[in-house]
């Protein structure tokens, strides 16, 4: 179990954690699921409320049987669709999202939604139960999963909203929004929001219209005329998303961008980009003068699988740059993996 300089563990009551994980069979990630225990048995003393304490008690629920549907299809890329439950069949963003989730799926991503009508029944057409996830909300009014996914063993539903965004994110290599209300905003919001600030790998957003469509460009104006020009916002933090009224460019951008770049990871104070392909020196030089406002400390250089991902061993065939990153500055850091892809 891990100890707490400030809280030092009881000896008596590790070692009955420890009896207790024994008598279950043992299994993954033994340390931190004795200390989940630990805190758990915490709350009998902490917290008074009854309601506090469902609250955790769900999103532990939610949580583990969450992770435990997508474990399986771990390596598969996936997208999530977020966009208007009220959005009717006729109308070209239903026909927009349909489109899209074929395409998708086509290209070898897995397709995910909130599991509703609209946009997000759509997108499950386009891809099909198979190459489909249902994360769906309990609603007063709404919303039961739409019929494509609805008898679906990959359909999750969360009581909580925080829970259910969580594994969105945690769960998406790219994001398409498509035109909807309050909550496609607060979802397509947040996910700017992690992106920008280092709290969730970088990955294509991709803001996605009907042909010939404003909803987007109205959306971007604004964020331009108010959130940039008044300096809330850096310039750079307009590359964390992109904007496009076809299903096809749509279908690029999320492509293009892991047709080098794999993932990221920090090692200490290195920040380590996995590749498909190395760079050569001439293009490590270039980015090294090209970027060096965001490098702090080590300078970009080919570096060798770290001793921390060693038990990664599904990725220890990758190409790999490492660099001090001033972990600041994700939308230059977006234009760095651009280069990287355009190599």
Same mark, same amino acid.
């Given at each position: 179990m891990k100890k707490n300089k400030n809280n030092p563990a009881d000896p008596r009551l590790t070692r009955q954690i420890q009896e207790l994980i024994r008598?279950?069979?043992?299994?993954?990630?033994?340390?931190?699921?004795?200390?989940?225990?630990?805190?758990?048995?915490?709350?009998?003393? !902490?917290?008074?409320?009854?309601g506090d304490i469902r609250v955790i008690q769900t999103a532990l629920r939610e949580l583990r049987y969450a992770f435990r549907i997508f474990a399986p299809y771990a390596e598969q890329r996936?997208?999530?669709? &977020?966009?208007?439950?009220?959005?009717?069949?006729d109308k070209q963003e239903y026909q927009q999202a349909t489109e899209f989730g074929?395409?998708?799926?086509?290209?070898?991503?897995?397709?995910?939604?909130?599991?509703?009508?609209?946009?997000?029944?759509?997108?499950?057409e386009g891809a099909g139960p198979e190459n489909s996830f249902g994360v769906n909300i309990?609603?007063?009014?709404?919303?039961?999963?739409? #019929?494509?996914?609805?008898? !679906?063993?990959?359909?999750?539903?969360?009581?909580y909203f925080f829970t259910r965004k969580l594994i969105f994110i945690r769960h998406s290599d790219a994001i398409a929004l498509f035109p909807g209300g309050f909550g496609t905003m607060d979802e397509g919001y947040e996910a700017i929001t992690l992106m920008q600030t280092g709290k969730s790998q970088l990955m294509p957003l991709v803001l996605v219209d009907k042909p010939g469509g404003t909803y987007w460009k109205t959306w971007d104006k604004n964020i331009r005329e108010h959130l940039l020009r008044d300096k809330l916002i850096s310039p750079d933090d307009l590359n964390l998303y992109q904007i496009t009224d076809n299903a096809d460019e749509a279908v690029k951008?999320?492509?293009?961008? /892991?047709?080098?770049?794999?993932?990221?990871?920090?090692?200490? !104070?290195? &920040?380590?980009?996995? %590749?498909?392909?190395?760079?050569?020196?001439?293009a490590i030089a270039a980015m090294n003068e090209d970027f060096a406002d965001i490098i702090s400390?080590?300078?970009?250089?080919?570096? #060798?699988p770290t001793p921390e991902e060693m038990e990664d061993?599904?990725? %220890?065939?990758?190409?790999?740059?490492? &660099?001090? &990153?001033?972990?600041?500055? /994700?939308?230059?850091?977006?234009?760095?993996? !651009?280069?990287?892809?355009? %190599?």
């Open positions: 008598l279950r069979g043992g299994g993954h990630n033994e340390a931190e699921v004795a200390d989940i225990i630990e805190n758990a048995l915490k709350l009998l003393t !902490d917290v008074k409320d009854t996936k997208v999530t669709i &977020f966009g208007s439950a009220r959005t009717q069949p074929k395409k998708i799926s086509a290209a070898g991503f897995m397709v995910i939604t909130g599991a509703g009508p609209g946009i997000m029944q759509a997108g499950h309990r609603l007063p009014w709404e919303q039961s999963a739409n #019929p494509v996914i609805a008898e !679906d063993k990959k359909l999750i539903t969360f009581k951008i999320i492509t293009r961008f /892991y047709r080098n770049f794999h993932s990221t990871r920090f090692v200490h !104070d290195l &920040f380590v980009i996995r %590749l498909q392909h190395e760079p050569s020196p001439s400390g080590e300078p970009i250089k080919i570096i #060798p061993t599904a990725h %220890l065939n990758l190409a790999r740059i490492g &660099f001090g &990153f001033n972990r600041k500055n /994700y939308g230059r850091l977006r234009q760095l993996i !651009d280069v990287l892809n355009g %190599l």
